[in-house]
């Protein structure tokens, strides 16, 4: 067995003899990262401004960014005198595929669904999407994940095959989303007046479109104790900077149009509950005005 003092020695006379040739290994695999990284940045740039999906440009940028690390890694070998070593692992290439195939299957599913999803282009940065009862706002993409924000700030790590096989609602795609709520008036009260009332409250809201995208109101239901009125509207996701903002525009429009029915003298009665004594014994009666003596 070989003496570790003999060992120590035999690195430190290495280093002694090959520093220059190190130094200028490692200054080459330090500038060939930095290179990577320059050219990811400039090709995403780049792919930026040709595409407005910038889902596409920063999965591109990213497969352009590992190959080059990678073909820099592989040269760092050969100039460390690992030719070998490098060469077995260029030759075992084919055999390192098969076995990811089955050791990292999902890594390797996740990867070809993120090289779909950047293609395909079913989503953008900040549009809001549902997939597999997941909502939120889509923040980034890579070789393996999509990072998802919920409205209510969780940061989901959603994988790219998920995103692949699972049916996807893309809310925002198109800027158009329509909201929609149940107002109920009494029975007293006229449905027709109610309508034109809840019209003419949205026809005074920018938020809310108007033409063809103009807001629909109508009998939804003969509830128990109201008159349901269905009020639907659509609202444009990309006039404001922030497109999680139009989350609060349906809070406002029912607080307005609440406002302006109660302010018109209609009645949005709560749930009534009839009590029937069927009882008629004078001692329950009694009873109940002891009690009430009491």
């Known amino acids: 067995m070989r003496n570790p003092t003999e060992f120590y020695r035999d690195i430190i006379q290495y280093f002694e003899t090959n520093y220059i040739h190190l130094g200028l290994t490692l200054l080459f695999l330090i500038a060939g990262f930095l290179i990577a990284g320059f050219i990811k940045h400039r090709v995403r740039l780049r792919l930026i401004k040709k595409s407005p999906n910038h889902v596409t440009a920063t999965f591109i940028s990213q497969i352009i960014s590992f190959a080059l690390k990678t073909a820099v890694l592989l040269i760092t070998l050969y100039m460390l005198g690992l030719d070998a070593f490098t060469n077995k692992i260029l030759a075992g290439a084919g055999l390192l595929t098969f076995v990811i195939g089955f050791a990292l299957k999902d890594i390797g599913e996740n990867f070809l669904a993120g090289i779909i999803l950047a293609f395909k282009s079913p989503f953008k940065l900040n549009d809001l999407?549902?997939?597999?009862?997941?909502?939120?706002?889509?923040?980034?993409?890579?070789?393996?994940?999509?990072?998802?924000?919920?409205?209510?700030?969780?940061?989901?790590?959603?994988?790219?095959?998920?995103?692949?096989?699972?049916p996807l609602f893309n809310y925002t795609i198109d800027g158009f989303l329509?909201?929609?709520?149940?107002?109920?008036?009494?029975?007293?009260?006229?449905?027709?007046?109610?309508?034109?009332?809840?019209?003419?409250?949205?026809?005074?809201?920018?938020?809310?479109?108007?033409?063809?995208?103009?807001?629909?109101?109508?009998?939804?239901?003969?509830?128990?104790?109201?008159?349901?009125?269905?009020?639907?509207?659509?609202?444009?996701?990309?006039?404001?900077?922030?497109?999680?903002?139009?989350?609060?525009?349906?809070?406002?429009?029912?607080?307005?149009?609440?406002?302006?029915?109660?302010?018109?003298?209609?009645?949005?009665?709560?749930?009534?509950?009839?009590?029937?004594?069927?009882?008629?014994?004078?001692?329950?009666?009694?009873k109940l005005d002891a009690e009430n003596n009491a």
Not at 140 to 156: A, C, F, H, Q, S
Not at 185 to 194: D, L, R, T
């Open 129 to 166: 999407i549902e997939v597999d009862k997941i909502v939120g706002f889509v923040k980034d993409i890579n070789i393996r994940e999509t990072l998802i924000k919920t409205p209510d700030g969780r940061d989901v790590f959603l994988p790219n095959s998920i995103i692949l096989k699972n």
């Open 178 to 286: 329509r909201y929609e709520f149940t107002v109920g008036i009494a029975y007293e009260n006229s449905p027709g007046k109610a309508s034109e009332i809840i019209e003419e409250t949205l026809s005074k809201l920018d938020s809310v479109l108007k033409g063809d995208k103009k807001p629909s109101i109508a009998i939804d239901e003969f509830a128990t104790n109201t008159v349901n009125l269905k009020v639907r509207f659509w609202i444009n996701t990309f006039e404001s900077t922030k497109r999680s903002h139009h989350i609060n525009i349906r809070s406002n429009v029912m607080d307005k149009v609440m406002g302006a029915l109660l302010s018109a003298g209609f009645s949005l009665p709560a749930s009534i509950v009839e009590l029937k004594n069927y009882d008629q014994s004078d001692s329950l009666n009694l």
